[in-house]
């Protein structure tokens, strides 16, 4: 994150239109590696672990970890 220690208005806008460009070019891209990097560091993304979920192969040690955290984000917001 951009100065992630700073609480001044613009550095916290500027910072939150770079991470929301960097989710938007991640998801375009659908890199699994990128993908996955993104959901951790996002967290509650439901999108960003949807995404990962529907690219990563069947056999991928990350699925079973995808799959959960959808369920529960899923079950939470309520979709």
């Known amino acids: 994150p951009l100065l992630p220690w700073s609480q ?38 439901l999108e960003v672990w949807e995404a990962l979920l529907e690219r990563l192969p069947s056999q991928d040690p990350r699925r079973p970890i995808a799959r959960a955290r959808v369920a529960r984000l899923r079950r939470e917001y309520g979709v």
Do not use: H, K, S
């Open 8 to 45: 001044a208005p613009g550095v916290e806008e500027l910072r939150l239109e770079l991470e929301e460009a960097l989710r938007q070019a991640v998801l375009a891209q659908g890199d699994t590696e990128n993908l996955f990097l993104l959901a951790e560091r996002l967290g509650e993304d």
